[in-house]
């Protein structure tokens, strides 16, 4: 872990990086909506409106997956001081609140013909509206507390602490059984027909890879803002 | 400085910086605004007012956040309790203590005056007073915590941070006052003891990172 520490080692590995992620999961997004959009069938009960679900859950994969990722570097930070850590929970937090958004607006829609109502105060949609909110809490003090290339550790304190929401909306389909409908995809196996289950894996790696090319685009922002910021101050010195 | 000199200091200062009475004033004053917004329906005010107090308890706890660790990090006090061998949990686990004192009895005190305010009954207003007893530990923790995490940056995400996190003890402290409400109380009891428990080491674990 600690090979990638020097931001001149973790840069020749993460400049090509971006652009596969970025171009691959580009393709397979594209790819799957098009399949998903016209060659899949149209579900029996819900007819087209099924549709939404290769938006809707890549995204709320990924909102959730934002905050584990956040969580994770943040414990990587405090406990090893790892010093690119703190630079990929930020990174990885702008891109994680826009898919929390994503998820919750695709919802909306789709709940609007579905359910008949735009929201619904159901035990998963609203712990998805709190981690939407912890998102913009963490944004916000990152932003306040920024003084640059630091990376403080109350942010990661913040991102560990704020962890206890994610088993909260996983198992919320379950503790409250309302509207929102149980997984259908577990680890021992899926309750989806494979017509849709092959365009929806395609979206959710696709979606998964441009993830992971925003977060490392933004490491390599932030790394370069360091950069900018100490040759000024050496300048500022000399 | 022993244990109990540290929270008589705070509650000192609590006392007259104006910390004890400002939220609970802020309290009561959320509950008489409810009224204006709904209208005087007593019937509609008994059904939903105590959900409204709990609503009115949460912004309470947001109000003291500012002053809680701040003015301590600012002043000196914590670097000084440091350099005395303190350790930061210590310190966090008794500044809640001291935050509680000073919150959670006057807030409870208080709810009976709202209780009154909306005419709750007997039983629904005991259920109230006792989920919000075995709340407030709780959201004094949570308060200290944040508190903590946002004393260099300032109190501007405070409100965004804490609230997401008191949701759990909102829906059940105020589901144990509904209708099908059986396990809300030991629920809510549950996360409490596990929000006062953990606090102690997340703020010590923020007072440390202060210091860099």
């Known amino acids: 872990m600690h090979r990638f520490a020097n931001p001149t080692r973790?840069?020749?590995l993460a400049r090509p990086l971006t652009w596969i992620c970025f171009w691959s999961g580009l393709a397979l997004v594209l790819g799957a909506c098009i399949w998903g959009l016209a060659a899949a069938p149209a579900d029996r009960l819900m007819g087209d409106t099924v549709r939404i679900l290769y938006i809707h859950v890549p995204?709320?994969?990924?909102?959730?997956?934002?905050?584990?990722?956040?969580?994770?570097?943040?414990?990587?930070?405090?406990?090893?001081?790892?010093?690119?850590?703190?630079?990929?929970?930020?990174?990885?937090?702008?891109?994680?609140?826009?898919?929390?958004?994503?998820?919750?607006?695709?919802?909306?829609?789709?709940?609007?013909?579905?359910?008949?109502?735009?929201?619904?105060?159901?035990?998963?949609?609203?712990?998805?509206?709190?981690?939407?909110?912890?998102?913009?809490?963490?944004i916000?003090?990152?932003?306040?507390?920024?003084?640059?290339?630091?990376?403080?550790?109350?942010?990661?304190?913040?991102?560990?602490?704020?962890?206890?929401?994610?088993?909260?909306?996983n198992r919320s389909v379950v503790w409250w059984?309302?509207?929102?409908?149980?997984?259908?995809?577990?680890l021992s196996g899926s309750s989806i027909d494979s017509?849709?289950?092959?365009?929806?894996?395609?979206?959710?790696?696709?979606?998964?890879?441009?993830f992971g090319a925003i977060v490392l685009m933004r490491m390599r922002a932030a790394l370069a803002d360091i950069r900018v910021e100490a040759r000024l101050q050496r300048l500022a010195a000399a | 400085m022993s244990a109990l000199r540290l929270i008589a200091r705070d509650l000192r200062l609590a006392w007259t910086g104006g910390g004890l009475w400002l939220p609970i004033l802020f309290f009561l004053a959320v509950a008489i605004l409810y009224p204006f917004a709904v209208g005087?329906?007593?019937?509609?005010?008994?059904?939903?007012?105590?959900?409204?107090?709990?609503?009115a308890a949460l912004l309470a706890a947001l109000l003291p956040i500012e002053r809680l660790i701040r003015?301590?990090?600012?002043?000196?006090?914590?670097?000084?309790?440091?350099?005395?061998?303190?350790?930061?949990?210590?310190?966090?686990?008794?500044?809640?203590a001291a935050h509680w004192l000073s919150f959670g009895p006057p807030l409870l005190?208080?709810?009976?005056?709202?209780?009154?305010?909306?005419?709750?009954?007997?039983?629904?207003?005991?259920?109230?007073?006792?989920?919000?007893?075995?709340a407030t530990p709780a959201l004094a923790a949570l308060s200290v915590t944040i508190a903590a995490l946002t004393a260099r940056a300032g109190g501007g995400a405070a409100g965004l941070m804490l609230l997401p996190l008191a949701i759990p003890v909102l829906i059940f402290g105020a589901g144990s006052l509904g209708p099908n409400s059986v396990g809300a109380m030991p629920l809510l009891a549950a996360v409490s003891l596990g929000l006062t428990v953990l606090a102690p080491f997340a703020a010590g674990a923020a007072m440390r990172a202060l210091r860099d």
């Open chain 1, 177 to 186: 059984e309302t509207v929102h409908q149980p997984p259908s995809i577990t």
């Open chain 2, 71 to 96: 003015p301590d990090w600012e002043s000196g006090f914590l670097d000084q309790l440091a350099v005395r061998g303190w350790a930061d949990e210590a310190v966090a686990a008794l500044k809640i």
């Open chain 1, 140 to 169: 916000a003090l990152v932003n306040a507390s920024s003084e640059r290339g630091q990376t403080s550790r109350t942010a990661a304190i913040f991102g560990i602490v704020g962890a206890v929401n994610i088993p909260i909306i």
């Open chain 2, 40 to 55: 005087p329906d007593a019937k509609l005010l008994r059904a939903t007012g105590g959900a409204m107090l709990w609503i």
């Open chain 2, 109 to 134: 005190l208080a709810t009976l005056v709202g209780a009154a305010l909306f005419d709750l009954d007997g039983d629904m207003a005991g259920t109230l007073l006792g989920g919000l007893a075995i």
């Open chain 1, 59 to 138: 995204t709320a994969w990924l909102g959730m997956g934002g905050w584990v990722a956040i969580a994770l570097a943040s414990i990587v930070q405090l406990v090893w001081r790892h010093p690119l850590a703190g630079i990929a929970a930020r990174a990885a937090a702008m891109p994680g609140a826009v898919f929390a958004g994503l998820c919750l607006l695709s919802g909306s829609i789709w709940g609007r013909p579905t359910w008949g109502a735009w929201w619904v105060w159901d035990g998963r949609l609203t712990s998805m509206l709190i981690l939407f909110f912890l998102y913009i809490g963490y």
């Open chain 1, 195 to 210: 017509a849709f289950l092959w365009p929806l894996l395609a979206s959710v790696i696709g979606f998964s890879l441009l």
């Open chain 1, 10 to 12: 973790f840069l020749k």
